[in-house]
């Protein structure tokens, strides 16, 4: 198993500012990935983060809006860039573990853009 | 690429009564299916998976799930519902014969228990 730690918890920010997650995980995994959930709604992956290559943006999503590092296998930042008010959600931060086939979560950063 | 329904946006059921969630997937070789739980203001929780082999599989908190193939589907039952499942559940299927490990979630199904 994995056990996931994000920072911060929450946040409240103004428009045209940038916040940067961060997600620590207690074991060193090659996948981790980003998903955001809008509220009220279903997770839709971000982009795929794994060490010692560029991520991996899924449609939709592009790198000036949201730079990822992957710095070494058990730490990873997501950064929200010239924020709106649309980008207000839960940023969750996951990995993929081998042993098991598993994939875990973190609690989930809630921000808010006003 | 995988997809997943959840037809059933919002279900409630009273507490002790049976419970199945419904989820539906599509993809085209044999997928590799999940069941998550979202409590409010939490995280997501694995309740159980399945990948091959029995059709049943059994998870946490009494929960279990049966794949079927020709039905492309992958329920989630409990016998007996307590207060605190109350809470979102989400589907999800990832795909077995690619490097691909994220999984595509269905958009979930808010469970609500009456006393």
Not at chain 1, 18 to 36: A, G, H
Not at chain 1, 58 to 64: A, T, Y
Not at chain 1, 82 to 99: A, G, K, R
Not at chain 1, 108 to 114: D, H, P, S
Request: net charge neutral; with cysteine.
């Amino acid at each position: 198993s994995a056990v996931i730690s994000q920072k911060p918890s929450r946040d409240i920010c103004q428009r045209g500012t940038s916040l940067t997650i961060q997600c620590q995980v207690d074991s060193q995994v090659t996948m981790m990935f980003w998903y955001r959930q809008q509220p009220g709604q279903s997770l839709t992956l971000i982009a795929t983060a794994n060490q010692g290559s560029e991520a991996t943006y899924e449609s939709g999503f592009v790198i000036d809006k949201f730079p990822i590092s992957r710095p070494n296998l058990t730490f990873s930042t997501l950064t929200v860039s010239n924020m709106s008010p649309e980008d207000s959600s839960i940023y969750l931060c996951s990995v993929w573990t081998e042993t098991p086939w598993e994939q875990y979560f973190g609690p989930g950063t809630r921000l808010t853009v006003t | 690429a995988q997809s997943v329904t959840q037809p059933d946006i919002h279900i409630t059921v009273s507490e002790g009564a049976s419970l199945e969630l419904r989820c539906n997937y599509s993809y085209g070789a044999t997928p590799y299916l999940f069941w998550y739980v979202q409590s409010p203001g939490q995280g997501l929780q694995l309740l159980l998976k399945y990948f091959s082999g029995d059709t049943l599989v059994q998870g946490i908190k009494g929960f279990e799930a049966e794949f079927k193939r020709s039905q492309s589907s992958f329920n989630l039952r409990k016998p007996s519902v307590h207060w605190s499942d109350a809470a979102e559940y989400f589907c999800a299927v990832g795909a077995v014969d690619t490097g691909r490990r994220a999984l595509t979630f269905g958009s979930g199904t808010r469970l609500q228990v009456q006393p």
